[in-house]
């Protein structure tokens, strides 16, 4: 696989698509008010980068790296395109990740995803990639929907 990782703007069509399928899939598992993922319009915020992943002219994946301040950053809108599941996609889109956030000197990253089995795949690989389960963080609360992880960037890369 020659997969490439870049920013992205938001404005192509496989994109905005991709972001379209997350909302959806995360709708469709979660009540309303437990749904935290963004739309286009916030994944435009200046405090967000979005990556976008490319094996040729297909969109593999996404994800995208809020700055929270003080050196602490959230992992949002990660998806892999059902077609690229298990080929490593999403593995490299978190390191990328990782890697932007280390970059713009960030000491933590946090982030949260849902409790139910569609979301299994998604927790094991940020375990995997060192994330310990934390209690909830910023504006989110308690929820028997969601589970918080967090990463110290200070720690070696197990990933």
């Known amino acids: 696989m020659t997969l490439q990782i870049r920013e992205d703007d938001l404005t192509g069509a496989a994109t905005q698509a991709l972001v379209a399928v997350h909302l959806a899939g995360v709708h469709a598992d979660s009540p309303e008010e437990s749904c935290h993922a963004l739309g ?6 200046p405090s967000i980068t979005f990556l976008s992943a490319w094996e040729g002219d297909d969109l593999a994946g996404i994800g995208a790296l809020k700055d929270l301040g003080g050196g602490r950053g959230e992992l949002k809108s990660m998806r892999v395109d059902d077609r690229f599941r298990g080929t490593g996609v999403g593995r490299a ?5 990782i890697g932007v956030a280390r970059e713009r000197g960030m000491t933590s990253l946090w982030l949260e995803t849902g ?6 795949p998604a927790r094991r690989l940020y375990e995997s990639a060192g994330f310990v389960e934390c209690p909830p963080f910023g504006d989110y609360r308690l929820d028997p ?5 967090t990463l110290d960037l200070a720690a070696p890369d197990e990933g």
């Open 40 to 45: 286009l319009d916030a994944l435009r915020d």
């Open 93 to 97: 889109l978190l390191r990328a990740l």
């Open 115 to 120: 409790t139910m089995p569609s979301f299994a």
């Open 145 to 149: 929907y969601s589970v918080f992880l």
